[in-house]
């Protein structure tokens, strides 16, 4: 059975921290869905246009194998929203891969998940990060896995795709796609 995934994106996200874990999660065969946070139609800090396949709140009560937050802009909109906020405790609790790049840790932060866990983000955010970030592309721990920035974005995936399916898989895809 594929292993479910869940990519929430809000407005104003850094692409190529959508497009590359979503690429490399669809050749390694997961299932994929796409939720807008707040529409269907998304615009990304840089101008590109997506089309989310379900809405974030017509999935809430829904489970997922991993639930991924792109960073960028646009995740700070995210911050704050007890709905969301709930949503990844649930899942984290309940040993689903919970996943978070750039400024999108942030958060993870304010839900609570970050405690006790070692993680990485976008050094803008570590002013607001009460637990000390450590330095690395792409940091898993557990049932957590987190990256720096957007040219981290393909070793997110690739770590996001190992945890989900397996070593393997991940290399197959990476020398397929000729990544390092």
């Known amino acids: 059975m594929k292993k479910r995934v869940l990519i929430i994106v809000a407005d104003k996200f850094e692409e190529i921290e959508f497009s590359c874990p979503f690429?490399?999660?669809?050749?390694?065969?997961?299932?994929?869905?796409?939720?807008?946070?707040?529409?269907?139609?998304?615009?990304?800090?840089?101008?590109?246009?997506?089309?989310?396949?379900?809405?974030?709140?017509?999935?809430?009560?829904?489970?997922?194998?991993?639930?991924?937050?792109?960073?960028?802009?646009?995740?700070?909109?995210?911050?704050?929203?007890?709905?969301?906020?709930n949503f990844l405790v649930r899942h984290f609790q309940s040993g689903k891969l919970i996943c978070a790049i750039c400024a999108a840790p942030l958060i993870l932060h304010d839900s609570g998940i970050l405690r006790g866990k070692?993680?990485?983000?976008?050094?803008?955010?570590?002013?607001?990060?009460?637990e000390a970030a450590v330095t690395g592309n792409a940091v898993a721990d557990g049932n957590l896995i987190t990256a720096s920035g957007p040219g981290t974005a393909a070793k997110f995936g690739f770590k996001i795709l190992e945890h989900l399916v397996d070593k393997a898989t991940a290399d197959s895809i990476a020398k397929a796609t000729l990544f390092e």
């Open 23 to 85: 690429d490399i999660l669809w050749r390694g065969g997961t299932d994929v869905s796409i939720a807008g946070y707040s529409n269907i139609d998304l615009i990304g800090a840089n101008g590109l246009q997506v089309r989310a396949n379900v809405r974030f709140a017509d999935v809430i009560s829904e489970t997922y194998d991993c639930v991924i937050l792109p960073g960028g802009p646009g995740c700070y909109s995210l911050r704050g929203d007890e709905a969301l906020g």
């Open 118 to 130: 070692k993680y990485t983000a976008h050094p803008c955010t570590y002013n607001e990060l009460t």
